[in-house]
């Protein structure tokens, strides 16, 4: 079998599986009884260990199947004990690392050392006698083919008896999924004459019923085909390379479209003008389809994060209420994936160094839990997703200290700097080390790492903290970065263009005005700087207000080209290293336009 075409199905399946349980696991955490995460949770390592059996991975299999018998042992506890729990969380943990390279030859001495673990677990728990009925019954087994109504004869003494036979020689045609009463009351007789067994088998029905009726003491079987549904499937898979590829085959066509507009406008061709305004919607919707697949709902990673709270709350010896919102909206998958590491970050410091001891929360007048909330919502073009906890907050004082100390702002400096540009400090490149941890909340460990890349994407990070009452880190997104509208402007005649999302006002150059010797315009009752990009002619005839987070700078530029429907791509070379430049589009007369990175201009 050529299983290498089909890794990449395995691995993606096995991968939300591994979520899945992560999630369960939690769940049980919260509630040891629940036995419905229970069977959710066999389901989905006995999900896995059929995978990696069809697959070949016999260590994989090995400890899936192991996981199975802990978790049986659950089952028929009807309880988690936490060392059972923990002992689970440590085997899903193993079974990730294990997927990460599912070929490699190597012995896994961690499984080893695991598997024994387990045995010895299974050794010290004193259990009851297991029900030899029990045994019969196929747990997550799914829906049945069969339902049998058994009846027996009036003179039938030991009816557990014959209800066991029964059971065993159904056992023999296929899987028992469930039976009414359920196997404890037919192993003690509590039940009437009759009983009924749902049975998965691929034998016929008259078959079924024949090998019941050959059993003594059995007076009437009705056998009953059940009907089962057939979903459809509606989706398949589809790799992000593929999509990638479909959107650069859209962009292409956008750029073309560009062209044949232009040379529709030129030389004045009415009909090659209707027949491009067909060809705009159609390309319009298709970019809306691709776009549509490309969208990954945020649940999507937002469904790992419990886990993380959850083991670094137990490292730290801190109690923490993890709450998600808005995991229903959609991002760009491109976007999701580079979005991972800052929010792991945000949260780590948030439980590590933002909620306090319960000791220190209860001498607080706080609840000894803490709080961290994950929430994400969407305006306009945008997500925005924030990490709020109730913690200590940031002491400005100290951060201050902090700056002065490592030399990066002088004590008179520090004195004069508002609130905000106190916290822009926490973002300087080596701000914090881990002796400074403790002393600032742990808050400028690596923000600078985040923050570069939230501004890759084209987003943007804020800070709100009230010491004593916590901190909100807010990452502002676009929702996509591969087409976008652009406002096209001119400065020294070349052609450059700025997201349409980051500009927030046109206005004519007369309303310059001169500050400290500097050129600013006032709008809306805030003095905003001027700057002229490029050696810009000062006189420019407009003046673009471009906005980004809380913070808006103004550029002069000669001329307004218009609004166009742009395919932002990645420059190459020595353009690459300018940090001016977000990217380039081919516009409609094949000139280049570079796009404006908004983040380096507006400081």
Known sequence: MNTQKYMDLFLEEAGEHLQNLNRLLIELEADPSDAEAINEIFRSVHTIKGLAATMGFEKISTLSHQLENLIESLKEAKRAEPEVTDLLFEGIDLLEAMLKSPQDGEEFTDLEFFLEKVKRVKKEEKMERKSPF??????????????????????????????????????????????????????????????????????VEEEIKNKVLALPEIEEVEVRKL?????????????????????NITGELIINRSVLEEIAKKHELEELKDALEMTKRLTTDLQYVVMQARMVPLSYVFSTFPRLIRDISKKEGKEVDFNIYGGDIELDRAVIDEIVEPIVHILRNAVSHGIESPEERERKGKPRRGRVTLSAVKEKDHVVISVEDDGSGIDLEKVKETAVNRGLISREKAATLKREEVLDLLFLPGFSTASEVTEISGRGVGLDAVKSQIESLGGHIEIETYQGKGTK????????????????????????????????????????????????????????????????NEEGRFIVVLEKGNKRTGVTVDEIVGIQEVVLKSLSGAAARLHEFAGGTILGNGDVALMLDVGSIVE
């Open 473 to 536: 880190v807010s990452l502002r997104l676009p929702i996509t970065m591969a087409i976008l509208q652009a406002l096209l402007v001119r400065i020294g005649g070349v052609t450059y263009g700025v997201p349409i999302s980051n500009v927030l006002r046109v206005l004519e150059s007369t309303s310059l005005r001169k500050l400290h010797n500097k050129q600013v315009i006032k709008l809306d009752e805030e003095i905003i700087p001027v700057v002229h990009l490029f050696n810009a």
């Open 227 to 247: 009907k089962e549904k057939v979903r459809k499937n509606q989706s398949i898979r589809v790799g992000i390379d593929t999509l990638d590829t479909l959107m």
């Open 134 to 203: 029990l045994e019969l019954i196929s747990p997550g087994a799914g829906k049945a083919n069969y339902e049998l109504k058994i009846r027996l004869e009036e003179s039938c003494a030991l009816k557990s008896v014959r209800a066991f036979t029964v059971l065993k020689s159904l056992a023999e045609l296929g899987d028992i999924t469930a039976t009414f009463p359920d196997p404890e009351k037919l192993e003690n007789e509590e039940f009437g004459k009759g009983f009924t067994v749902r049975l998965r088998s691929q034998r």
